[in-house]
């Protein structure tokens, strides 16, 4: 078992044969190893612990017993599930879940050992994968969140943040960062995109960083000129938040940069989500131009961004409706697009999706027509 995976528990199966009646009645040894179809030796060395069962092995003496397979491994004490136990509760190979989400083995290796996805994904591979191994995406995105490589490179770069930030601070400097310089670049390789890429979204949360230090300065002059010790307080807690939010800004910005482009829709599905919110309602009648298209909406489709309307068909084409999901995705992260790929025009700002309410996952029929 690799160092730091699940490991399972041979005390766990030896309790479970013999409380857990299978067919009205206990099993035996050689009754368990016959369902397996191997010999008695090898299920009595799983039960001492002398033989560790392949995960798909696991499985099948899950499905004997009416179990999950994660009840057959010994808890994760002292650090959270990774994405390897979560594989192996649910009793697959690393070669039988890359195969399954139509990835490389290389590239799966990648998601365990670093806990880095893919830049070559249509954002919906954490879904796949939560779909894969039969657990909540919350799971999947907390696993690959607390993962110890993972946890140090956000370290890292929340470290090379922090040196860009600082500049923020000094009077009369220009607080952006220029595509060669070397704080830059080792951020760069920590997101393993294009620096042209890695530019533009770290002068964005340099901006939203300068921007915070002037909002504190005004916070500071609000409470120096107060016209009652009611308003000095009141400008005096919104300084004191401003400040501990710009104390963990360059922590905040390393988590948003990694998360955003670990899931970033592909070029084809931002100008499909602009085309959908550019049209001025909840749905859009889209033409099926090609392949590529096609596999831009499915990818929407998964990820719940828009629903496809089957039940008003239109010729040439489909009639997508978006969602409130949809909406308040690209409505919250379209300035980051707009870094991402910058030849795609921005959406119009909407303060309002194009349904009244935030229970409608799609919108109601009063608001298609």
């Known amino acids: 078992m690799t160092r730091g995976a699940a490991k399972f528990d041979p005390q766990i199966l030896k309790k479970l044969r013999a409380s857990r009646e ?32 392949e995960p798909g092995r696991i499985r099948q003496i899950a499905q004997i017993f009416g179990v999950h397979p994660r009840e057959l491994y010994e808890p994760a004490r002292g650090r959270p599930e990774q994405i390897r ?37 249509d954002g919906t591979l954490p879904l796949r994968l939560a779909d894969a191994l039969r657990v909540p995406l919350s799971m999947i995105h907390r696993a690959l969140d607390h993962h110890p490589v993972a946890a140090q490179r956000r370290e890292a770069i929340t470290a090379h943040l922090q040196v860009l930030f600082d500049r923020a601070h000094e009077q009369y ?7 060669d310089e070397a704080e830059l670049l080792e951020i760069t390789k920590l997101l393993r995109r294009p620096v042209t890429v890695v530019c533009r979204l770290v002068n964005h949360e340099l901006a939203l960083y300068r921007s915070m230090l002037k909002r504190l300065q005004v916070a500071n002059v ?21 400040e501990a939010a710009i104390v963990e800004r360059p922590v905040r910005a390393a988590s948003t940069l990694v998360r955003f482009l670990a899931e970033a829709m592909t070029s084809q ?27 831009a909406w499915n990818g929407l489709i998964a990820r719940g961004f828009v629903t496809e ?39 119009r700002a909407r303060a309002r999706p194009p349904w009244p309410t935030r229970r409608s996952e799609v919108a109601p029929a009063d608001f298609r027509e």
Not at 173 to 179: S, T, W
Not at 269 to 295: C, F, I, K, N
């Open 173 to 179: 400097q220009p607080a952006v960062v220029n595509p």
């Open 269 to 295: 599905q931002w100008r499909t989500m602009v085309y959908l919110l550019e049209h001025g309602s909840a749905w859009a009648v889209v033409p099926s131009l090609d392949e590529e298209t096609d596999q």
């Open 85 to 121: 136990d979560l594989r192996s509760y649910a009793g697959f190979t690393a070669a039988e879940i890359a195969e399954h989400l139509g990835v490389s083995r290389a590239t799966y290796r990648d998601i365990e050992r670093q806990g880095i996805l893919p830049t070559r994904d």
């Open 222 to 242: 609000n409470v120096a000129y107060a016209q009652s010790a009611k308003a000095a307080e009141e400008a005096s807690k919104s300084g004191a938040a401003l």
């Open 22 to 53: 299978v067919g009205g009645r206990t099993l035996s040894a050689a009754e368990l190893a016959g369902l397996l179809k191997t010999s008695k030796a090898r299920v009595l060395a799983y039960e001492s612990g002398r033989s560790v069962p």
């Open 309 to 347: 309307d089957r039940e008003r068909q239109v010729t040439d084409g489909k009639r997508m409706n978006l969602t409130y999901e949809g909406w308040r995705r690209c409505s919250q992260q379209a300035p980051l697009y707009g870094c991402l790929y910058p030849r795609v025009a921005a959406p």
